[in-house]
């Protein structure tokens, strides 16, 4: 099929061939991840009666204006367009993968066409397989379901096969890190608020020639304190660092006032690039910002570094800080603990989360370890799905007071 064969079809009177596209291209588009409904799909058989189908342009124009909703599914939505209009076959021998990577040698691929590619090739199916019959009921296997969802929970992010981690990513992109909220300085306006506003009401007074009606009232604003996360990416915590990524874009996206960094032998400002709603884009882009993946660890001079440049930006209003590391250093336990110490007083709580718990006879022997340990207020594992669903519940939680030291 030609290149501008399916526009062609989209020509016929008959109208017949202008839904079946529109159809099979919503379906296109719901596997990639995007929110398709029937209304949009209505909505794009309008918009098309309304340019001329035989210009390429106009149409992803009109399809684009009203089946997509968010500026991140922008560069999905393109790519699915080039390779369903093209050649809506692709799905079955899967050519459309073949000709972006021949297309683009010198170019590398978006991270999005792997997506696209993806849903337009369908499942594979065993040579000897045969399909069910129409009128059968096609088999449900329940059998293994609670206990495989189980092992997964307690099963180490180390241990995880290729299948597995995909799993859990998908289960860590559902956790939700509702913070508890702490009282702010300012005030909104409340009929029932426990406080009187003398300003507001002087100031309604004065539409009623001086005199005072009723009394204006106010509360106090409460609101989720700031959270940022410094996680290591050095090469003893390279798989965590990878799978916690997830969990770090997860929250980032779900929360305002969400602040990430990484570190390994430098210290580098991630936010900006996990704001990207799409996983895919967002991790591509922080591969383009950090230089010294899987490298060494200088944890007392990233955790400096956070301190001097990074910790009156991010650090006000009582933020709470996870602190992702093994506690390996490089460098010893120079200067560790006097950064740490640092650390803890510029936030109201700060958690340090290791994965060497997850051995059961683990013991504070290395210098790194030796000296964090005395400045933080929560000393936690993070290994697992389980692990964090427990973080999650203690942090949403009401917070410990802070014990200050003689």
Known sequence: MSEFAAMDALTKPSGRALADNLLAFARLLRRTGLRVGTADVLAAADALSLVDIADRRQVHAALRGVMVRRHEDFAVFDQAFLLFWRDPEAGRNAAAMAMLEGFKERQKAPPTSRRVAE???????????????????????????VSERERLQSMDFEAMSATEIAEAKREIGKLVLPLDERRTRRFRPDPRGPVVDLRATIRASLHEGGEILALARKRQVTRPPPLVALCDI???MARYAQILLHFLHAVTNDRDRVSSFLFGTRLTNVTRQLKSRDPEVAFEL?????PDWSGGTRIGESLELFNRHWSRRVLGQGAVVLLITDGLDREGAKGLAEATDRLRHSCRRLIWLNPLLRYEGFQPKSQGIRAMLPHVDDFRPVHNLQSLRSLVETLSGPQPVRRIAA
């Open 286 to 290: 922080v591969s383009h910002v950090v």
């Open 119 to 145: 849903a337009m090739t369908p499942p594979k199916q065993a040579p000897n397989q045969r399909p069910p019959e129409p009128e059968e009921k096609p088999p449900i296997e329940v059998a293994m379901t």
């Open 234 to 236: 050095s090469g003893s």
